[in-house]
């Protein structure tokens, strides 16, 4: 019984990391009208450079943290005019050539860090970051978590209840919801819709940037390839849940978390991923528009 | 007819205004002027112009040629955010709230640009809508077609507008709630707002506007004080069934 | 022939088809992705066929074929009429599972690979033979009133659907084409190169052909057949530290041509000034 409360546990350390990435997709989504494809492929990129500026500066920890959050609110913000130019192209919003320009942008990153970073090798956080050395960090029993999963779990309940605050209760959020409600009704009463676009490009950079350091805490490592891997799992819960459903993104997020778990608890191999895979596979086909039905 | 040369202040000038969608021209040299604390009517068939003559002046529509001129400024190519915070607000066509977010957050997003002085903006509205008020919590999509022409209102008291722009208020309404909000809109006009209004009621909105233009096809045909319009025998022929 | 030219040219058709199979979904708007799952999928049985049960080219590449069809007929079912993003994901999901089957199952190899897959004589010809064949029927299909409901629905689905198209089995017919060409495209890789590596079957092939599709444009089946050989060959006559950089060329080639002409380069318009120049159409 404790085992199967410990898997749950870091299966929803885990799921926050999922939550994290699909809100920051979705809001994407809803307010800058774009598919970002290739999200978790950036947050993965600003692991790379936290790992870079951890090398170079002697692990010191603020200054790779900072590193990391900042590339991927640059990256976010860099990348954003080209978004904002190929929606314009057809008049109307064009919002498949999104999804294919991040698609592009993942195979640059993706391709740039099997070359250039480490010679493609996997990368391995320092100890001082990820806690690794210490052993667990809490324990309840035969109940431990690592301090990874600890800041997963506890920062991913903060940034989310942070975001439905301020999503809920300030103007910036108020603005965020008629966008995506009605972006043309946005515009007849006079919402900025270009400028909040790039707000919600940075504030999901800083989800992401965020996101990135969480991962490298809670998984020690990263490699090219995991990009590719967690951006497949993502988009599969944000389909799984309805395409720009904040909240049914949170639940599918924690279950998947719960659900990989289980099973690597339980079957241990590259076949569990499998089985997920195989999961989501069947949800997608028998519901091709979202559990929760989509917001788009 | 007649033109009627319209006394006071001029707070609109749209000189020459002409905008295409496309192909299509929607707007072909349209001239119209508002006056400070004058309701003026846009009356027309569907396609006939009008919203697109609206959301022109917002700043939602490229314009090919002609200038739109707000007390003195000329915003013709200014962007919408930048008109609203002028001080001109659109009612939309179809009342354009947003249905999932509530009579609170509706109304605070026509604060949006400046939230100093809400909370007594938001009283104001209430006071002067007790509905609303009763219903601040509710989410938008639960509100009747007629509290939803009020929200939408109410929306655009919240900007502090100079100008409210009005589409279409009646449609779908009941005739009895259309009396409502047209009350409404004399009252907010008496307070001082100056409102351009678009109609196809066209009796009840030359009855509480001071003049009105009639358009066509993207063209104005005719303009001219309300009693005058109210009198034409052509208007009288093709509006009221006369 | 030299080997080089013969190599360059056999890859090549594999990579016109497989851009070809891309295409056609994506007229209707589904990138569909699963292609790359039913080319190996129907690689790999015939590799298998051919070396265990000395099944012939011909029957391999039948079976393919057919295998490829069944499976995007059974999964179009599901995402026949999907949003362009649950096509993607669904792609996705099973060029995963596939691959983690394969290097999982000794019996076709595993990580290892599959070996000793015969060769086939005239197998460039039987490849190129099929490349016309398959662009007939695409040059017939666009033409026809068929290919002109899927424009409409690439365009606006909600009006196609208001004009009698019937948006699903569109896509399900689309997409079960894709599947057979994908699969036609496994067992000819399998008897081109004799011998199979799951690690061939990555999402690198999905960049490449999206990126052939966008850059030759989509609008049309020759910007594809143009633009598949012309990408193929780039990489193999840049110096070699360039072009193990293959991936980002591609990818910004990709950005590049959706950020300046994202209907690609061969679009509709320019194919009717070629023939208007080539007076094979009049001019009202």
């Known amino acids: 019984m404790e085992i199967f409360i410990a898997q749950v546990i870091n299966g929803l350390s885990l799921g926050s990391i999922y939550v994290l990435l699909v809100t920051g997709f979705n809001l994407l989504l809803l307010v800058a009208m774009i598919i970002h494809f290739s999200f978790p492929v950036v947050v993965v990129f600003s692991m790379y450079i936290a790992w870079i500026v951890l090398g170079l500066t002697g692990n010191n920890i603020f200054l790779g943290v900072t590193a990391g959050i900042l590339s991927a609110i640059l990256f976010n913000i860099i990348t954003a005019p080209m978004f904002q130019h190929i929606m314009k192209k057809r008049g109307e919003v064009d919002i498949n050539s999104t999804m294919v320009l991040s698609m592009g942008l993942g195979m640059i990153i993706t391709d740039f860090l099997s070359h250039s970073i480490n010679s493609g090798f996997p990368i391995a956080f320092p100890d001082n970051l990820t806690g690794r050395a210490e052993g667990a960090f809490l324990k309840f029993g035969l109940i431990s978590m690592s301090r990874g999963a600890f800041l997963a779990l506890t920062v991913g309940v903060v940034f989310v209840s942070g975001l439905f605050w301020l999503l809920y209760k300030t103007k910036q959020g108020r603005a965020f919801r008629a966008i995506a409600e009605d972006p043309n009704g946005a515009k007849l009463v006079g919402l900025p819709i270009l400028k909040t676009g790039l707000q919600s490009y940075a504030l999901t950079g800083f989800l992401g940037g965020s996101t990135a350091i969480l991962m490298a805490i809670l998984l020690g490592s990263a490699s090219p390839g995991l990009g590719d891997q967690l951006g497949h799992k993502v988009l599969a819960v944000s389909i799984i849940a309805g395409l720009g459903n904040l909240k049914g993104g949170l639940i599918v997020g924690l279950a998947l978390g719960i659900l990989e778990a289980l099973v690597q608890g339980y079957w241990t191999g590259t076949w569990s991923n499998a089985i997920a895979f195989v999961i989501m596979l069947i949800a997608i086909l028998v519901k091709p528009k979202g559990i929760f039905g989509m917001k788009l | 007819m007649a033109q009627n040369k319209p006394a006071g202040t001029t707070i609109l000038e749209v000189k020459e205004l002409s905008v295409s969608y496309g192909h299509v021209n929607a707007l072909k040299s349209v001239n119209i002027e508002v006056c400070k604390g004058e309701i003026v009517v846009l009356i027309g068939a569907n396609g006939a112009g009008k919203t697109s003559l609206m ?172 009693e005058e319009l109210l009198n034409n025998s052509e208007i009288r022929k093709a509006y009221l069934g006369a | 022939m030299s080997l080089p030219l013969y190599y360059y040219l056999a890859i090549a058709s594999i990579y016109i088809l497989m851009t070809w199979a891309l295409y056609l979904p994506y007229r209707v708007a589904h990138l569909h992705f699963m292609v790359v799952a039913n080319m190996a999928i129907s690689g790999y049985f015939g590799g298998y066929a051919a070396t265990q049960w000395g099944w012939s080219f011909g029957a391999a590449l039948l079976a393919g074929m057919l295998i490829g069809a069944i499976l995007s007929w059974l999964v179009s079912f599901g995402i026949g009429d999907a949003p362009t993003f649950a096509v993607v994901i669904v792609g996705f999901t099973f060029i995963y599972i596939t691959k983690t089957t394969i290097e999982n199952w000794d019996a076709v190899g595993g990580t290892m690979g599959m070996f000793g897959i015969p060769m086939v004589k005239n197998l460039l010809l039987y490849a190129y033979i099929f490349v016309v064949i398959t662009g007939f029927f695409i040059y017939r299909f666009d033409h026809s009133r068929l290919g002109r409901a899927a424009s409409a629905m690439f365009v606006d689905k909600d009006l196609a659907i208001s004009f009698g198209v019937n948006t699903k089995h569109l896509g399900m017919f689309l997409q079960t084409w894709a599947g057979a060409i994908g699969g036609v495209c496994g067992v000819f890789y399998a008897f081109f190169m004799n011998s199979l590596f799951p690690d061939f079957f990555t999402f690198q092939i999905i960049g490449t052909t999206m990126t052939m599709l966008f850059l030759g444009g989509y609008t049309t089946m020759w910007g594809p057949l143009l633009a598949a050989p012309l990408l193929w060959g780039l990489p193999l006559i840049l110096p070699t530290e360039i072009a193990s950089w293959r991936q980002i060329i591609y990818g910004v080639i990709l950005i590049v041509i959706l950020l300046l002409r994202p209907e690609g380069v061969v679009t509709r318009q320019l194919i009717r000034k070629i023939q208007v120049k080539l007076k094979l159409i009049k001019v009202a």
């Open chain 2, 55 to 226: 959301e022109t002046i917002l700043g939602v529509n490229e314009v090919d040629s002609g200038a739109i001129i707000f007390e003195g400024k000329e915003i013709t190519k200014k962007s919408a955010d930048k008109i609203v915070r002028s001080g001109i607000f659109l009612v939309p066509e179809g009342r354009g709230v947003f249905s999932s977010m509530t009579v609170t957050d509706n109304l605070l997003l026509g604060a949006h640009h400046n939230l100093k002085g809400s909370k007594e903006k938001m009283d104001y509205v209430f006071s002067s809508f007790p509905i609303l008020g009763e219903r601040k919590g509710q989410v938008a999509g639960t509100l009747s077609g007629g509290e939803r022409q009020m929200l939408a209102i109410a929306r655009a008291l919240m900007s502090s507008p100079k100008m409210i722009l009005v589409d279409e208020p009646s449609i779908g309404l009941a005739p009895k709630i259309v009396n409502d909000i047209f009350d409404i809109l004399i009252k907010l006009n008496k307070e001082g707002y100056s409102i351009l209004l678009s109609e196809q009621n066209v009796y009840k909105a030359l009855k509480c506007a001071h003049r009105g233009y009639v358009m066509e096809t993207g063209k104005i045909l005719l303009s001219g004080s309300s």
